[in-house]
């Protein structure tokens, strides 16, 4: 799965770098959130979690000219998908990632998956790898984090859906009335990454940023072509502190390495050996 990511790239570099034809972060937009989001939506956020409201590019026509140009747009959407047909954005929750294998069969997926793909930019996300040998203080399995990035230091474009529910207590034209949403799309994890979970999410290389956003590409075969997995080795990972566990922490210090003398009873995704033994 992909529960958390670090997404720190200026609104300016996005516009730059995915051809932005329009740009709509500073729009008003209804959060889900109880309380004010930190940091602010837009700004760099090393800890992005669900429900909390990142940059997605998407492609669209205007809203109201169905039958303009669609545009290359930058927005601000909230991460938990939330389908028209939900009652409330509770659900949207449970619905942070969809599984590439189910993608085209699913009531909540399929028809997004076909005519409402985006791209969610980040830096790299986080995993959280299972001990085999170390456990907590409860007798639990020791949990370390790792965060994982293209080894090229390219952009991570993971490929996502997006959907639009509308709370039917409000007028249509007020635009708090509607709740806009994604979930990132995973697959099963590569060789040595599956030895930190056996997720990943699906990190589409540049060559297929223009199809993947392309409205106009509604063939189910051409977008299961997409779903498969790509050439291993494009990553790479390392420990990083267990503060990321917590929300209420951010900052660059997250994707810091921390020392192999720190860790206890962490496999090396790469060679398989356990360090620090643990009990």
């Known amino acids: ?11 300016e570099d996005l516009v730059d770098e995915f051809d932005i034809d329009q740009d709509r972060l500073d729009e008003a937009t209804r959060s889900v959130l109880v309380n004010p989001q930190q ?13 909390k409201q990142a940059p997605v590019v998407l492609t669209r026509a205007p809203r109201g000219e169905p039958d303009a140009e669609p545009t290359r747009q930058l927005r601000l959407l909230t ?23 189910e993608l085209l069969e699913s009531r909540t997926y399929a028809k997004p998956a076909l005519v409402r793909r985006c791209i969610v930019p980040a830096d790299g996300w986080y995993e959280w ?13 020791r949990k370390q984090p790792f965060f994982i990035r ?19 207590s409000k007028d249509a034209d ?11 799309i995973t697959q099963a994890a590569e060789t ?16 297929l940023w223009q199809t993947w956003l392309d409205p106009a590409v509604t063939d189910p075969g051409a977008v299961e072509e997409m779903l498969q997995p790509s050439e291993t080795g494009r990553f790479e990972a390392w420990p990083v502190s267990r503060a990321v566990s917590s929300n209420r922490n951010n900052g660059a ?8 003398d720190e860790l206890v009873g962490v496999v090396d995704p790469m060679t398989g050996e356990v360090i620090g033994g643990g009990e």
């Open 79 to 101: 991460w938990g998908l939330v389908p028209a047909w939900a009652k409330d954005t509770k659900v949207g929750v449970r619905m942070i990632n969809a599984r590439s294998e």
């Open 129 to 141: 790898q299972v001990s085999p040998t170390a456990t907590d203080a409860k007798g639990k399995p």
């Open 253 to 260: 210090t997250l994707i810091e390495p921390v020392g192999r």
């Open 150 to 168: 293209r080894a090229d230091g390219d952009r991570i474009a993971f490929a996502g859906l997006y959907e639009f529910w509308k709370d039917r």
């Open 174 to 184: 007020d635009p708090l009335a509607w709740v806009a949403s994604y979930s990132i």
């Open 1 to 11: 799965m992909c529960g958390r990511y670090a997404s720190s790239a200026s609104p």
């Open 192 to 207: 040595g990454l599956d030895r930190i979970h056996d997720r990943q999410p699906l990190v589409l290389d540049r060559d």
């Open 39 to 51: 940091p602010p939506a837009g700004e760099p956020d090393y800890n992005m979690a669900p429900t």
